[in-house]
């Protein structure tokens, strides 16, 4: 089971050459800087907006500065306890072989699961702006997306009952 698991996925097979460019795991920082570009930037700039707005209609400076400070505080809380919960999740899951092969694909079925789902929002919510349909699905929908902080909990909640469940599984049926 070890040596399937270590061959990898299609992903895997595909991306190998480009797998081959990081040598040493300094290269990892440059990697994960340009990763990191891509994730929350629209938060970003639009924390980066309400502040030039602020600062043009006359607030003080270091009132400004709580705003990033802020945004700071919250991504490293929310980024820490994610660390932490997948590091125990995925320290469970190597001890064994197989709970990795079981693990791995329940995650990456409810990862394909939820994005399918936030897209269907997103994509229905366009469709509702354009073309301002008067059913009851439409407003559905428009409350979703208005509360999409909401669904990231429950998504949250979501992956840490696959870990629970994995868990109980495999100590119900000692695997």
Known sequence: MHTFLSNGGLLTRLLKPLFGLIHKSWHMYPLGFLFGLGFDTAT???????????????????????????FTAGMSLVDTLDSILMLGAYGWAFVKPIRKFYYNMTLTA??????????????????????????????????????????????????????????????HKRI
């Open 44 to 70: 970003e700039v639009g924390l980066l907006s309400l502040s030039a707005t602020q600062a043009s209609h006359g607030m003080p400076f270091y009132f400004i500065l709580v705003f990033p400070a802020l």
């Open 110 to 171: 409810v990862s394909i699961i939820v994005a399918l789902l936030i897209s269907s929002i997103e994509g229905f919510e366009l469709l509702r702006n354009h073309l301002s349909p008067k059913h009851a699905f439409w407003n559905w929908t428009e409350t979703l997306s208005e509360n999409f902080g909401i669904l990231g909990c429950v998504i949250i909640a979501i992956f840490m009952m696959c870990w629970f469940v994995s868990v109980f599984i495999t100590n």
